[in-house]
């Protein structure tokens, strides 16, 4: 059974800084990429950063590019999100999610963590 489990949301200010995890279980993690997603109120879910569990390749979206990044530990089976320069536009429900590196489409989503992030 396939498991994943976000924390490390919360409130911050403007400026500041946020590190979500996300701890997978049930996953052949060779096989998989890790990825971060966001939902803001009354907004689509949109793509936040994906990264190779083997490779450690990352993309991200080019509203974070440069502020966040992404991260795993493969000893502890946890992806990372270290969020800096945090802006307001930022705040939404983050997902961790996994796809097999033989499909596009992500198929294993956590509970979501929120992250607010106020002016």
């Known amino acids: 059974q396939v498991q994943l489990v976000e924390s490390g949301g919360g409130l911050v200010q403007a400026g500041g800084s946020k590190k979500l995890s996300c701890v997978a279980s049930?996953?052949?993690?060779?096989?998989?990429?890790m990825g971060w997603f966001r939902q803001a109120p009354g907004k689509e879910r949109e793509f936040v950063a994906n990264i190779s569990w083997t490779l450690g390749t990352t993309y991200y979206a080019d509203s974070v590019k440069g502020r966040f990044t992404i991260s795993v530990d493969n000893a502890k089976n946890t992806v990372y999100l270290q969020m800096d320069s945090l802006k307001p536009e930022d705040t939404a429900v983050y997902y961790c999610?996994?796809?097999?590196?033989?499909?596009?489409?992500?198929?294993?989503w956590g509970q979501g963590t929120q992250v607010t992030v106020s002016s």
């Open positions: 999610a996994a796809r097999s590196v033989l499909q596009m489409k992500y198929n294993y």
């Open positions: 049930g996953l052949t993690f060779i096989n998989y990429y």
